[in-house]
T-cell receptor, first 114, second 116 residues
Framework: AQSVTQLGSHVSVSEGALVLLRCNYS??????LFWYVQYPNQGLQLLLK??????LVKGINGFEAEFKKSETSFHLTKPSAHMSDAAEYFC????????????FGSGTRLSIRP | DTEVTQTPKHLVMGMTNKKSLKCEQH?????MYWYKQKAKKPPELMFV???????INESVPSRFSPECPNSSLLNLHLHALQPEDSALYLC???????????????FGQGTRLTVV
């Protein structure tokens, strides 16, 4: 079975500060990992994805994540937070042979302080 | 075009009404999904269609009835809903492993459903 755990339901940082959102996964096979962002009353937008290859993945809006197999982690970072980054962030896991099962973590709400 | 379009954006319905949610994609994806999302919760998978056939039903009550008329369209028929069914309903699509690399699901903007 696959699952993801997001540590911290709410993270607050100052504008310009480092953003770090934590995600740990559990999978018996090599996973596909994703970070999605959701703005209020909107759908989900893909920030970045890890499938195979390079473990440091760059996404949109300056976000990046690193797949660390030894730590079963896929943390999301951004060097400098912007007010527009305030949103809900979901880590998700799937695997190639079961594309239908995209499992989401519980989500982390990111707030940005002026 | 990497867009999944859902209509309507908002829907208010009574418990005796019958309504339908619609979803459309033109990316050639052969896997389509319905998710339900309650406030401050992650999306929960309801149904998956693979090549226009229902492949997964996550024990969803029969008052929700999905339909996939063709490879671009996905409907969710609603009948005799309860107030607790009020939620954001999200449609998504993705490449199917048999036709191309599965990478990610593309989501629509959702339908905000209120049952009164």
């Amino acid at each position: 079975a696959q699952s993801v755990t997001q540590l911290g339901s709410h993270v607050s940082v100052s504008e310009g500060a480092l953003v770090l959102l934590r995600c740990n996964y559990s999978s018996s096979v090599p996973p596909y990992l994703f970070w999605y962002v959701q703005y209020p009353n909107q759908g989900l937008q893909l920030l970045l994805k890890y499938t195979t290859g390079a473990t440091l993945v760059k996404g949109i809006n300056g976000f990046e994540a690193e797949f660390k197999k030894s730590e079963t982690s896929f943390h999301l970072t951004k060097p400098s937070a912007h007010m527009s980054d305030a949103a809900e962030y979901f880590c998700a896991v799937s695997r190639y042979s079961s594309a239908s099962k995209i499992i989401f973590g519980s989500g982390t709400r990111l707030s940005i302080r002026p | 075009d990497t867009e999944v379009t859902q209509t309507p954006k908002h829907l208010v319905m009574g418990m005796t009404n019958k309504k339908s949610l619609k979803c459309e994609q033109h990316m050639g994806h052969r896997a389509m999904y319905w998710y339900k999302q309650k406030a401050k919760k992650p999306p929960e998978l309801m149904f998956v269609y693979s090549y226009e056939k229902l492949s997964i039903n996550e024990s969803v009550p029969s008052r929700f009835s999905p339909e996939c008329p063709n490879s671009s369209l996905l409907n969710l028929h609603l009948h005799a809903l309860q107030p607790e069914d009020s939620a954001l309903y999200l449609c998504a699509s993705s490449q199917h492993p048999q036709t191309g690399d599965f990478t990610e699901a593309f989501f629509g903007q959702g339908t905000r459903l209120t049952v009164v």
